[in-house]
Structures are given as C-alpha cells and as structure tokens.
C-alpha cells in the first residue's frame, strides 16, 4: 500500500491500523479531532489523520488508556509533545517493511522447495 498518497479510504486506514472499519467510525464520534473529509459521500483521510489514528490506537490498546484518558492524553500531546505524535505512524512503517521483507523470503523459501 502506498504510503505518500494526498488521501486514504477507509479500508486502506483500516488495514494501516489493523482494526475494522466500525472501530475507526466509532472514534470519529469521540475524537472531535478526527474529521475525514467527504468526497462523494466517502470518508477520505489525510496522512496526519491516519497518524492519529494510529496514536488513538496505541493509546487505547497498548496504553490501556479510556477514552477519556486518551482524550486529556491527546490534548496534552498537543500542547506539550508533538513528537510523540509520531511514534505510532514509525513503527507502523518498521513493521510494514518487516512484514515485506518475510513475505519476500516466504517467496524465496517456496522457490527453493
């Protein structure tokens, strides 16, 4: 998947993030930040806001943040620490070429067989 793109659907943000469709719409609702464009009646994302997705992500499932608590985090991320907001969005791309590099010897494994 391309990574420099202008936009991003919602399937290609929930691939990125590695959570369902519903999941992303429902954070729409609680995090006022979060607000995709509409193009023809679809949500399209910009690259900074497939980023914060992804720290909503990492807030909520690895920090064990609520809701609530990834609500004051993200606002004192945005006071205080913008580099933080980074983070998730670099390991993302480690472990997508990480992911390319297995597929890559799964292939050379199967030819060698």
Do not use: C
Request: hydrophobic share 35%; charged share 40%.
């Amino acid at each position: 998947m391309e990574l420099n793109k202008y936009y991003y659907s919602i399937k290609e943000v929930s691939e990125i993030a590695d959570v369902k469709p519903y999941i992303i719409r429902y954070w729409e609702s609680e995090f006022k930040v979060l607000k995709p464009r509409r193009m023809r009646g679809r949500r399209k994302y910009t690259l900074d806001e497939v980023k914060l997705i992804l720290l909503i992500k990492k807030l909520l499932y690895e920090d064990r943040f609520t809701i609530e608590g990834a609500k004051k985090r993200l606002k004192e991320l945005k006071k205080h620490d913008r580099t933080q907001l980074e983070i998730p969005f670099a390991e993302f791309r480690a472990r997508k070429v990480l992911s390319e590099i297995k597929r890559g010897l799964r292939e050379v494994m199967d030819i060698l067989r």
